[in-house]
Each structure stands twice: as C-alpha cells, then as structure tokens.
C-alpha cells in the first residue's frame, strides 16, 4: 500500500487591514463539493474563500481565490440543483439588522469563469424578500446566537437554535443568474438539536441519545397526475395503498395534529384536511383543481407521538418516537454523514459511531429504522465518508482531532429485524478494520474525503492531501 501526501500552504486572510500587520493565516474548517470539485475556506474572521476545480495534487500553494465573501457569515453550504441541467450554488447566512433577520445569499458557479456570481433570487412568501443593495434574501426571523444550514439536491434546511425551528426549502433555476426560493415546511422543536443532515431524501436531526428521521417527500409538493379526471398530486412516486382523504375545513393552514393537516391553496380561496396513511407517506387527491395549484408550507411538530418522523436511539427503547425519558448524561448526536440512500453514520459525544439504517420500504414494517455501534478503537472527534450506494463495504475515514486520522473499512453493511431485536450487545456491533494510519504533524481542525482514497486535511497553519493506492 503507498501513500502519497501532498503539502499546501494556506493563504493571508483576504479582508485583512493594510493598516496593521497581517496575523499568520488561521482557518477554522471548509467545506468540499466533490460533485464541482469546488472548495470554501472558513477564515477566522468569518470570511470565506471559493475555489472551483480544486486539485490539491497539483499546486503546491493556493492561489488567490476565484470569490471572496466578506464577514460576517454565520453558516454555508454547497447545494446541487438538477432541474434538469446540474448546477452548483453557494449558499451563505448572515445575520442582519442587529441580528433580528437572516440575510441568505446564492452564489452560482461559472464553470467557464470558474468563479461564483451572486444570483437574484425570486420569492413569492411573505417571509422572503430580496434586498438588492445586499444581493441577498431577506428572511423575516431572528437570526439568534447561531444558525445551521445543510443541503442536498435542489432542498437545503435552515436550522435556528434561538427560535427553536427547522426551515425546508426547495430551490429552482429559472435560467441565467436567477433563482426561485420556495419554503415547504416548518418544524417547531421542542427538544434540543446537536447536529443536522439533509440527503438522500431524507431529513436527520441530531437529539439526546439518537436521531429522529424526517422523510422529505411528505413535507414537499410532489408530483401532478391525473387520474379519471381528477388531479392527483402524489408524493410517494404513485403508491395506491391507504389513499389520502380530504376534507374542507375553515381551519388554520400549514398546522398538523398527530396524523392529520390542513393545508390550503396558494391563493387561499381552499382550505382541505390532509390525513396521511399508515405507510407514513402522502398522497393527496384534489378534485376540481388546475396543475398550476400549489400548496402552502406544512408545519409540524418535532417531538409528535404521530405522524411522519421517527425517532431511533443509540440504545433501545420502548417508545419509538420519545427521546425525553433518557439519562442526563446520555450521548448526544453530534455529527451525521450518509453512506448510502439507506445507511447513515451518526457521531456522538463520547466518541462513538453508529450506523443508521433505512428500511429501502417501509410498507409492512413496524421497524423501519434500526441502529448498530460500529467498533474502533479511536475517540472520534472528525470523520467523513463519500456516498456510495453501489458498494456494501465503505471506506470511513476518523480522527481524534489531534494528529491522527484513521482509514477504515466498513464491512458488515446489512441489519435484519433479527439483529436489532437481539438481546447480546455484541451482537449489535458493526465490525470495521483499520487499513491505514496517518499522523499529521499539525493538529487535525478538519477533514474531508475527496474520494474513496483521497482525504483533505486541514491542519493550524497548512492544508494536506493524502492518496491511498
């Protein structure tokens, strides 16, 4: 086995004042699209430096950026839109007007300019509304002491810690440098939120002692179909089983109850009752409606006994949906990265992996979801993965956020009803392998596969690259 490392020196800070000498260039994470091969610096000063085409292997020091962004900007995210040509946005958050809104700005990447543009966004919800001195969307909540944001194809998800709330929206190309932002569904938290994921379709909030599973096609419109006339909007890709019944009501759009939600017309000339069947997903049947009908955001409840969410614990409990009967000093979910469209790995605060599994279909399981320990002898504190779902054994690479990274291979990828039901922890452990050491000689802040053999690493001072063959 040769391993091939590279070394890279970090730029200067690029808003550093020419008044006062500049300080040793300091990073505090980035973030790697390997889809536009497209990398952002995190600057101690909250600033951020983009790079399109990034190849570690073949520069020796970075060059000036394509796009600088400036300070503040409290979170970001690379958010691929396939609909239907695939483009790589950049999307940032920064407080506003003394903190009491969120400022959102999109950055399209010019693969013939290798830069990023800042894109006008179209918006057409009370909530939204684009500033063009600032070149951003103006979103009419509290920005608080922190925000999240993650992404995936075409939907990104806004976390707030201070208002205690999750935001899904959907964005869509409109040609050129412009976009539409859409917002589909809220979720009050009730429970406190460590960590976020947004892939694959699915929604992941990070709680005390587990994950709760949010699947994204309930709280998105759908599909339009038509059916003896009738148009139907399906969300769970045409499934027929327990057809969704609908009611009018002069009830409250956006709100659910247990199983049951009212949603209305755009316009809101409508008002129905949306029930949603016992295979969890949507499907809703709307007489007398034209194609063109859209419908408003859903709003939920984090901690709801029923409906779409299910919660799944690092260690066993009766409820499948509570997580508030658990220790004080119980293990929270830090950090989730997806293997595969059914396999997720979940970080704790111990140190501990897991792996999450998703039922590829739920109809006929009571148990959808189960989760397994993976073993390894290493108090984790970074780790990342690439998504591959044409393998069952992975590469994950792990670190103790000191000098040593970790390459290991996951190999038992499989979990029955049987083994989750099993009374022998042992039995419960997914087994790994270590399959190469790296000792970086600066202390690990972040790290990131480029590949399934390939790792960026990003030290106080440089940034390394390390291959695998």
């Given at each position: 086995?040769?391993?091939?490392?590279?070394?890279?020196?970090?730029?200067?800070?690029?808003?550093?004042?020419?008044?006062?000498?500049?300080?040793?260039?300091?990073?505090?994470s980035f973030l790697f699209h390997p889809s536009s091969l497209s990398l952002a610096l995190f600057h101690s000063d909250s600033s951020i430096s983009l790079y399109s085409s990034f190849s570690p292997f073949s520069i020796s020091s970075f060059p000036p950026p394509q796009t600088t962004l400036p300070p503040?900007?409290?979170?970001?995210?690379?958010?691929?839109?396939?609909?239907?040509?695939?483009?790589?946005?950049?999307?940032?958050?920064?407080?506003?007007?003394?903190?009491?809104?969120?400022?959102?700005?999109?950055?399209?990447?010019?693969?013939?300019?290798?830069?990023?543009?800042?894109?006008?966004?179209?918006?057409?919800?009370?909530?939204?509304?684009?500033?063009?001195?600032?070149?951003?969307?103006?979103?009419?909540?509290?920005?608080?002491?922190?925000?999240?944001?993650?992404?995936?194809?075409?939907?990104?998800?806004?976390?707030?810690?201070?208002?205690?709330?999750?935001?899904?929206?959907?964005?869509?190309?409109?040609?050129?440098?412009?976009?539409?932002?859409?917002?589909?569904?809220?979720?009050?938290?009730?429970?406190?939120?460590?960590?976020?994921?947004?892939?694959?379709?699915?929604?992941i909030l990070g709680e005390d002692n587990g994950v709760r599973v949010f699947p994204l096609r309930p709280l998105v419109k759908g599909r339009v179909k038509k059916e003896r006339g009738a148009n139907k909007k399906s969300l769970n890709g045409g499934l027929e089983k327990d057809k969704m019944e609908i009611?009018?009501?002069?009830?409250?759009?956006?709100?659910?109850?247990?199983?049951?939600?009212?949603?209305?017309?755009?316009?809101?000339?409508?008002?129905?009752?949306?029930?949603?069947?016992?295979?969890?997903?949507?499907?809703?049947?709307?007489?007398?409606?034209?194609?063109?009908?859209?419908?408003?955001?859903?709003?939920?409840?984090?901690?709801?006994?029923?409906?779409?969410?299910?919660?799944?614990?690092?260690?066993?409990?009766?409820?499948?949906?509570?997580?508030?009967?658990?220790?004080?000093?119980?293990?929270?979910?830090?950090?989730?990265?997806?293997?595969?469209?059914?396999?997720?790995?979940?970080?704790?605060?111990?140190?501990?992996?897991?792996?999450?599994?998703?039922?590829?279909?739920?109809?006929?399981?009571?148990?959808?979801?189960?989760?397994?320990?993976?073993?390894?002898?290493?108090?984790?504190?970074?780790?990342?993965?690439?998504?591959?779902?044409?393998?069952?054994?992975?590469?994950?690479?792990?670190?103790?956020?000191?000098?040593?990274?970790?390459?290991?291979?996951?190999?038992?990828?499989?979990?029955?009803?049987?083994?989750?039901?099993?009374?022998?922890?042992?039995?419960?452990?997914?087994?790994?392998?270590?399959?190469?050491?790296?000792?970086?000689?600066?202390?690990?802040?972040?790290?990131?596969?480029?590949?399934?053999?390939?790792?960026?690493?990003?030290?106080?001072?440089?940034?390394?690259?390390?291959?695998?063959?």
């Amino acid at each position: 086995m040769v391993v091939e490392a590279h070394q890279l020196f970090l730029p200067k800070p690029p808003f550093s004042s020419p008044s006062f000498p500049s300080p040793p260039p300091h990073f505090s994470s980035f973030l790697f699209h390997p889809s536009s091969l497209s990398l952002a610096l995190f600057h101690s000063d909250s600033s951020i430096s983009l790079y399109s085409s990034f190849s570690p292997f073949s520069i020796s020091s970075f060059p000036p950026p394509q796009t600088t962004l400036p300070p503040p900007i409290s979170a970001a995210a690379f958010l691929l839109l396939r609909n239907p040509n695939p483009i790589t946005l950049f999307l940032i958050s920064s407080p506003i007007s003394g903190g009491s809104a969120v400022l959102l700005r999109f950055y399209i990447l010019n693969s013939a300019r290798k830069s990023f543009t800042p894109a006008k966004v179209v918006c057409n919800h009370s909530d939204f509304k684009f500033d063009e001195s600032k070149f951003g969307v103006v979103f009419g909540v509290s920005h608080g002491v922190s925000v999240k944001l993650v992404a995936d194809v075409n939907v990104f998800a806004l976390y707030s810690i201070s208002n205690g709330k999750v935001w899904v929206f959907a964005v869509k190309h409109l040609g050129g440098e412009e976009l539409k932002l859409m917002k589909y569904a809220v979720i009050d938290c009730s429970l406190p939120v460590f960590s976020i994921s947004v892939s694959f379709g699915v929604l992941i909030l990070g709680e005390d002692n587990g994950v709760r599973v949010f699947p994204l096609r309930p709280l998105v419109k759908g599909r339009v179909k038509k059916e003896r006339g009738a148009n139907k909007k399906s969300l769970n890709g045409g499934l027929e089983k327990d057809k969704m019944e609908i009611k009018k009501l002069p009830l409250r759009n956006g709100m659910i109850h247990g199983i049951n939600a009212e949603i209305s017309a755009a316009d809101g000339s409508k008002l129905m009752e949306l029930k949603f069947p016992s295979n969890g997903v949507l499907d809703e049947r709307v007489e007398n409606r034209t194609e063109s009908a859209k419908l408003r955001s859903v709003r939920l409840r984090q901690d709801s006994r029923e409906g779409i969410a299910n919660f799944v614990a690092f260690k066993n409990k009766d409820d499948n949906f509570e997580s508030i009967k658990i220790p004080v000093k119980s293990a929270k979910a830090i950090g989730i990265q997806a293997l595969s469209s059914t396999r997720f790995l979940i970080l704790d605060s111990e140190g501990n992996l897991h792996l999450l599994f998703l039922a590829t279909s739920v109809h006929g399981s009571e148990t959808p979801y189960s989760m397994k320990q993976l073993t390894h002898n290493m108090k984790v504190r970074k780790f990342t993965v690439l998504p591959d779902s044409s393998t069952r054994a992975q590469t994950v690479w792990i670190s103790d956020a000191l000098h040593t990274v970790h390459m290991i291979a996951v190999t038992d990828m499989d979990a029955s009803v049987n083994q989750t039901d099993c009374k022998d922890p042992a039995e419960k452990l997914v087994q790994t392998s270590v399959v190469q050491a790296i000792f970086s000689s600066e202390k690990v802040q972040e790290i990131a596969a480029l590949s399934a053999n390939t790792i960026l690493l990003l030290g106080q001072g440089s940034m390394f690259a390390y291959a695998i063959s």
